[in-house]
């Protein structure tokens, strides 16, 4: 279980999840076995273990920044440039993603596509009621706001 225990801290639940076939494998186990394993892990994650991976997010994330500025820098051709600005728009959609998870940014709105015909139906309701409202009479009806 330590094994699989580090392994997620190294590469995340989702790397680690993606190699449960390979672990199988490895271990000479069924795959149900190390997806159970896994589940408990992401089960008992404790909120500390979630400041330390908060705190590799961010360094990997800053490592990230880094190589990306690094490969923009010494591009060669525009090919390459295009190649690191896209990998520095990434990282900056992935910091924001960052920031939302954490609840450090307010999180942007998901754009909604509808499709189709829509029907909408209005009803004006007015709160007051014309017998009781003062100077209200079939004389002097109630004015129109």
């Given amino acids: 279980m330590q094994i699989l225990n580090n392994l997620v801290k190294n590469v995340g639940i989702s790397g680690a999840m993606r190699r ?11 795959e149900r076995v190390i997806y159970k394993d896994f589940k408990w892990i992401k089960g008992n994650f404790t909120p500390g273990d979630l400041k330390q991976v908060k705190m590799d997010v961010r360094i990997a994330r800053d490592r990230a ?7 923009m820098n010494d591009a060669e051709t525009k090919e390459d440039k295009a190649k690191a600005i896209l ?39 007015d709160g007051r009621d014309n017998e009781n409202e ?12």
Wanted: proline share 6%; hydrophobic share 40%.
């Fill in 20 to 30: 449960i076939k390979s672990l199988a494998e490895l271990y000479q186990v069924g």
């Fill in 65 to 71: 920044l880094v190589e990306a500025l690094k490969l």
């Fill in 87 to 125: 990998i520095l728009m990434g990282v900056a959609q992935k910091y924001r993603e960052e920031m939302e998870a954490w609840g450090e940014k307010e999180k942007v709105p998901d754009k909604v596509e509808v499709k189709g015909p829509i029907k909408l139906q209005l009803e004006i309701v």
């Fill in 134 to 145: 003062v100077g209200a009479s079939d004389e002097n009806p109630p004015q129109e706001h």
